[in-house]
């Protein structure tokens, strides 16, 4: 495998379902990144990780609960969703967290849907 | 606080024709540019970047974007687009040492036979 992977692709789940997403990078990179991309809006950020250290949290509501075990892996876990939490969740690495020099490399996404 | 405005949700176009996606700004301070590409069923590739130097920027795939200070633009061309073209653009802002990058709502072309 190479560059960022994601598992799995698609996932459907009840409100009371418990699920989680993966994500793992092979760029030997120390930064990773959880984003949401809904219809019609732009990506936002929801959660940045440095060297398994949470070093961002852009207000993102506590049935997202990321966790990254160590730098090549980060997880999203899920439980108690709203159908409007149906969206793409990308993953992304970078080098080093932050700055215009890092390049952000994404993973192909997740495509949720919560029923 | 930075925002980015991606004015056109899609831009129709014929195969070989030049194309523009425009793209503007805001912020108070300076900040980098960047554009992504995300084909069907994929995640996001870099296309090109502005950190420094000559406002105008080669990237990928024969595209080029032209960073405007003082119009605070940084819109994308391509002079001569193909079918495999056809994806969704995103323009994207970050401040240095920030860890967020802002997007625009993305634009849509679509290339015609």
């Known amino acids: 495998e190479t560059g960022v992977t994601q598992t799995p692709r698609h996932l459907v789940m009840g409100m009371t379902n418990k699920k989680s997403l993966k994500c793992e990078q092979h760029l030997g990179h120390n930064a990773m990144y959880w984003y949401k991309q809904s219809a019609k809006k732009p990506l936002e950020l929801m959660f940045v990780y440095s060297l398994e250290e949470r070093v961002e949290n852009n207000s993102v509501p506590s049935r997202f609960s990321p966790e990254c075990p160590n730098s090549s892996h980060l997880f999203l876990h899920l439980h108690t969703l709203q159908p409007e939490d149906s969206a793409l969740y990308l993953c992304?690495?970078?080098?080093?967290?932050?700055?215009?020099?890092?390049?952000?490399?994404f993973g192909p996404g997740t495509r949720l849907t919560v029923l | 606080a930075q925002s980015v405005t991606q004015l056109d949700s899609q831009v129709p176009v014929f195969e070989e024709a030049p194309v523009e996606l425009r793209c503007n700004y805001s912020?108070?301070?300076?900040?980098?540019l960047f554009w992504y590409v995300q084909y069907p069923n994929q995640g996001l590739q870099l296309l090109l970047k502005?950190?420094?130097?000559?406002?105008l920027v080669k990237g990928i795939n024969g595209f080029e974007a032209e960073f405007n200070k003082s119009q605070t633009s940084f819109h994308l061309r391509k002079p001569s687009v193909h079918i495999s073209d056809t994806a969704e653009y995103f323009c994207?802002?970050?401040?240095?040492?920030?860890?967020?990058?802002?997007f625009g709502s993305g634009t849509r072309l679509l290339v015609r036979p």
């Open positions: 992304a690495s970078s080098a080093h967290a932050g700055g215009a020099v890092n390049e952000q490399f």
């Open positions: 912020s108070s301070v300076s900040v980098y």
């Open positions: 994207a802002v970050i401040r240095d040492s920030s860890y967020k990058l802002i």
């Open positions: 502005y950190l420094s130097g000559s406002t």
